[in-house]
């Protein structure tokens, strides 16, 4: 049997027409060649440092080498969340992949986490029993990995609008750190023969390091969990929306972001006069736009008591979808 009407394509569902929001549900070209740079210094630099590392039995060298290879992982997992994120919709993934970005940050982030408790529990140990390190070749080494952080750091601060992109570059700036100290604690053990400095050094990087994690893993973990973008005051949206002339209530109300930086809100309106649903929704699309920046609106409308609209009195449909354009 034959049909006037051809099924949609997955093309055709995901497709923005006019009035809808401004933004798609993917990103169309963001660049993976400052990741892939300093994924490739990075790697090739923690082979070095991990063979250097043990060789002078440094443990401020060991854990920037460590931390080298967490760096190199991130970057990779960074690499590899941007080639998905560009993915467009699908009809299993309706909205895209650019939450794989957010996957990935904070995947690196429990790994900077993990990382920090190991630096710390063999600090403690070598402060107990501390051990001999060549000082010498630990501030060789780690004057050049000091040099390759700043230029991978340099390569990523230029492409900094993903969250994933940020993350590795925490990482890098955690990992440049430890560098730093590294070269301290050669210094001194060179020099001096003070050997706890390694450790010493060691434990207060690692807390330098999780402190840069966190602010990531809270932002990647808040925005996997759907919660209320930053800088949108979920209550102060009840608020307008129910002040909108014509709108009796509001309930059900969620707003997330679609993609980092977009924002989009679903709810229900209880309105006067269903015959006026027109008009108000263009009153709401209107107000969320100006005082909140969200430009992604579905609104169902309700009559008074909390009834949705009567299909034989409103036809074609129940809900009400509506964007304003930016």
């Not at 099924?7 to 660049?31: K, N, Q, T, V, Y």
């Not at 992982?73 to 970005?101: C, D, M, N, T, Y």
């Not at 560098?179 to 807390?207: C, H, M, Q």
Request: with cysteine.
């Amino acid at each position: 049997m034959s049909s006037d009407h051809a099924a949609p394509s997955s093309e055709h569902l995901h497709a923005h027409l006019d009035g809808d929001a401004s933004h798609g549900h993917f990103i169309e070209a963001r660049s993976q060649t400052a990741l892939g740079i300093a994924l490739t210094m990075t790697l090739l630099f923690a082979v070095i440092e991990v063979v250097t590392g043990f060789m002078s039995n440094s443990l401020a060298l060991i854990s920037d080498a460590g931390h080298m290879v967490t760096d190199a992982a991130a970057l990779g997992l960074a690499l590899l969340a941007q080639l998905i994120a560009k993915r467009p919709p699908s009809s299993r993934h309706s909205f895209g992949f650019v939450r794989a970005e957010a996957l990935a940050a904070f995947v690196n982030s429990l790994a900077m986490l993990a990382l920090v408790a190991w630096i710390v529990y063999e600090a403690a140990q070598r402060l107990a029993h501390p051990e001999p390190v060549q000082g010498g070749v630990v501030l060789v080494v780690a004057t050049i990995g000091a040099c390759i952080n700043l230029l991978v750091a340099w390569v990523l601060s230029r492409e900094t609008q993903s969250i994933n992109t940020r993350a590795a570059l925490v990482n890098v700036m955690g990992d440049l750190l430890g560098s730093v100290a590294a070269i301290a604690a050669g210094a001194v053990i060179y020099f001096t023969d003070w050997v706890r400095i390694d450790p010493i050094l060691s434990i207060f990087v690692s807390l330098l390091i999780l402190k840069s994690t966190w602010g990531i893993l809270r932002e990647s973990y808040h925005f996997l969990m759907e919660g209320v973008p930053h800088g949108i005051d979920y209550l102060q949206v009840g608020a307008d929306l129910a002040g909108v002339e014509g709108v009796l209530s509001v309930h059900d109300l969620h707003v997330w972001d679609m993609s980092p930086g977009h924002p989009a809100l679903i709810g229900h309106l209880e309105i006067k006069d269903l015959a006026d649903w027109p008009a108000v929704l263009r009153r709401v699309k209107e107000m969320l736009l100006e005082r909140h920046g969200i430009d992604h609106v579905t609104l169902q409308p309700e009559a008074e008591g909390g009834l949705p609209l009567d299909p034989g009195h409103c036809k074609p449909a129940l809900t009400e979808s509506g964007h304003a354009r930016r």
